[in-house]
């Protein structure tokens, strides 16, 4: 019975760390019920505890979202937009590679915003700073994804520092 516990523990330790990796459980426990190589198949017995567990921690990763803005620097309809916006998307990806830039369809239009911005101000620095690329470019209030938030500015960090960097050896070159 010893054997069973322990086995039951481990299976269960086994799930919750791969749901970390974004793995649903179902998943999990279906694949691990698969037969083996030699016929042998595995149970998997749980507790509800431990699934309650599990169904926790996967909906604490779920990505959380709060309302900010986004530039859009293209709109479009007609028979060429879809192939015109990839165009744009790709383009512009490439230019600003630090700022995220998101494709979607409202029909009938197809529009690619850019930035993950949390204040209209903020949006307005961005379009600013697009508008000699993109003249038409607008601000519009959108949902903004945590993550998309977190990636954007673990991107732009580097920049910030080496700009510290310049900024104060600029300062100590003048103080001498």
Known sequence: ?????????????FLIGHTAMAQSLDRMIGSL???????????????????????????????KETSGFRVVIFSANGQYAGDNAEKVLNEFRSQFPHINAYLVYESPYFKISVGDCLSME??????????????KAYPKRETIRYDDLANVRSKAMPQ???LAVEVSI???????
Not at 1 to 13: Q, S
Not at 170 to 176: G, P, T
């Open 1 to 13: 019975m010893n054997r069973v516990k322990i086995f039951v523990t481990v299976v269960a330790m």
């Open 160 to 162: 910030i520092d080496s």
């Open 170 to 176: 600029e300062e100590n070159a003048q103080e001498l």
């Open 33 to 63: 019920e698969q037969s083996a190589e030699r016929g042998n198949r595995v149970r998997v017995v749980e507790d509800s505890d431990t699934r309650d567990a599990v169904r926790l921690v996967e909906s604490q990763r779920k990505s």
């Open 122 to 135: 903020e949006a307005q620095i961005l379009m600013s700073q697009l508008t000699p690329y993109y003249p």
